[in-house]
Each structure stands twice: as structure tokens, then as C-alpha cells.
T-cell receptor, first 113, second 114 residues
């Protein structure tokens, strides 16, 4: 079945370090891909999305490119801040937002000053 | 994006009782979903709340345990029935955004069953 695999956490970085969180997917078709972020004690926020191959989603300095050839959607940020400490979820869905989201396990990021 | 509120934000309930969670959206939306996030885990879809018809449940979730109502295009409730400690989770509702290709989530309801 369709699934999402994320790198295990926690990921611990110093402030201003480069961030990569790997995400790969298995799907029978061409899904839309998303990154959501969950800050401590809060609900999920949509961080960025890409709806077709080679699309790049970006927001708040974060970027991810939809790579069909490697079935990947890795999240990157050039310089992380303490305020980026959160859990990051990669997810896919079909039919745009009308179908269910299938989430990865989540990756916890801790950024230290 | 839509503004979504949930009530209650958290609750502690005794085994065998039920909890009803409300989800209110500030605009009319076609699709509403209910997810469960067990402690330290990812999110799993419970059901899709359909306006004017019965909810559509995912495998492993049944209407008797998780009855859902969707009386109009801005409101839905999820009831978690006959609570057990295994039901301790965060329950989140989500809606499809105007762009029709993303979902937005409410703040969640943290349920603890003792």
C-alpha cells in the first residue's frame, strides 16, 4: 500500500546549521506531497507542499523538491533557528486534499543555541 | 486558510465513559476529517465526516466506537465511546482548504483515560 518513510529522529543541531530531513514515499500513482510541522503543545501546521514532479515547495526558509525518479521529498533549510525545534511530518495524498493524508512517523528536530 | 477550533482542548475521562469532541470551522468546507495521534506516534485517519450522510471509516475504526456527526458545512463532532486507556491520544479534525489540495488542522483535543 501507499506509505511514507522518514528518517528517524531526534535530529539535534546547533543554531545556523544546515538541516536535511529525508522523506521517501511508496505510491501507486502520482500523489501530492506535504510537510507539516507540529510545535510543542500545538496542532499541525502546513509548512509546504508540491503537487507534481519537479515542483519545489518553500516556506519560512524551508524547501523541498518533488523527485519522482527517487520518490523523495526531502526537507531542507540552510540555517536553522532555535524556534524551528518541532516535529516534522512528511505526508502524501491523492486527489489533492480530498483524500486522506498518509503520514510518515515524524522526525523530531531539536536546535540548540 | 480556515480557522478551526476544537472543544475541549483536553480532558481526563474515566474508563467506560464517552467523550464528544467538537470541531468548528469559520467557513463552509466540503470535506472534514478526524485523525488520531497516539502518544509519540504519527497521525492516523479515523474517518471522513460527510455532510448529510454517514461518515466513511478507515479500516480498524468502527462507527460504534467512534460515532461522528456532521450536521452542516461548518461543524462536526467525534465521540469516543466506552473509553479505555488505549484511547488516550490527541484527536484532530482537519478540513480541505480553498485551494482544494491541502488540509488544515485544528489544535487537537488531548484525551487521557484513567
Amino acid at each position: 500500500g501507499d506509505s511514507v518513510t522518514q528518517m528517524e529522529g531526534p535530529v539535534t543541531l546547533s543554531e545556523e546549521a544546515f538541516l536535511t530531513i529525508n522523506c521517501t514515499y511508496t505510491a501507486t500513482g502520482y500523489p501530492s506531497l506535504f510537510w507539516y510541522v507540529q510545535y510543542p503543545g500545538e496542532g499541525l501546521q502546513l509548512l509546504l507542499k508540491a503537487t507534481k514532479a519537479d515542483d519545489k515547495g518553500s516556506n519560512k526558509g524551508f524547501e523541498a523538491t518533488y523527485r519522482k525518479e527517487t520518490t523523495s521529498f526531502h526537507l531542507e533549510k540552510g540555517s536553522v533557528q532555535v524556534s524551528d525545534s518541532a516535529v516534522y511530518f512528511c505526508a502524501l495524498s491523492f486527489s489533492g486534499g480530498y483524500n486522506k493524508l498518509i503520514f510518515g512517523a515524524g522526525t523530531r528536530l531539536a536546535v540548540h543555541p | 486558510s480556515a480557522v478551526i477550533s476544537q472543544k475541549p482542548s483536553r480532558d481526563i475521562c474515566q474508563r467506560g465513559t464517552s467523550l464528544t469532541i467538537q470541531c468548528q470551522v469559520d467557513s463552509q468546507v466540503t470535506m472534514m476529517f478526524w485523525y488520531r495521534q497516539q502518544p509519540g506516534q504519527s497521525l492516523t485517519l479515523i474517518a471522513t465526516a460527510n455532510q448529510g450522510s454517514e461518515a466513511t471509516y478507515e479500516s480498524g475504526f468502527v462507527i460504534d466506537k467512534f460515532p461522528i456527526s456532521r450536521p452542516n458545512l461548518t461543524f462536526s463532532t467525534l465521540t469516543v465511546s466506552n473509553l479505555s486507556p488505549e484511547d488516550s491520544s490527541i484527536y484532530l479534525c482537519s478540513v480541505v482548504g480553498r485551494g482544494l489540495n491541502e488540509q488544515y488542522f485544528g489544535p487537537g483535543t488531548r484525551l487521557t483515560v484513567t
